[in-house]
């Protein structure tokens, strides 16, 4: 069974850091390309961070400089690291597997596979 399952998601104050991960499961993980999204109260789901399968990385401009992604193949685990953490970053957070072959990696149309989420909360 195909599975991405999220935590390290939780409450911090307004310029802490929190470490995301999400463990991956019944799918080649190392030739997939992996990305964050997020989305908050009544908003519409927001691209966050993508890796590919060969290492690149892309972010949304809202978080360059504050949010880095990486993956760990070994583990079948992808990474976001959250630094400066900001009240508008609250949202639930979810990983989500690049169909094969696809590359615009900022649509969420492009990915097959999607964990159930961890929540972010950041307090002002």
């Known amino acids: 069974q195909v599975q991405l399952a999220e935590s390290g998601g939780g409450l911090v104050q307004a310029g802490g850091s929190l470490r995301l991960s999400c463990a991956a499961s019944?799918?080649?993980?190392?030739?997939?390309?992996m990305a964050w999204f997020r989305q908050a109260p009544g908003k519409e789901r927001q691209f966050v961070a993508a890796?590919?399968?060969?290492?690149?990385?892309y972010y949304a401009e809202s978080v360059k400089g504050r949010f880095t992604v990486s993956r760990d193949n070994a583990k079948n685990t992808v990474y976001l690291q959250m630094n400066s953490l900001k009240p508008e970053d609250t949202a639930i957070y979810s990983c989500a597997a690049l169909r094969r072959g696809r590359t615009l990696y900022a649509l969420a149309t492009e990915y097959d596979v999607w964990g159930q989420g961890t929540q972010v909360t950041v307090s002002s």
């Open positions: 019944g799918l080649i993980f190392s030739t997939r390309g």
């Open positions: 890796i590919s399968a060969s290492g690149p990385t």
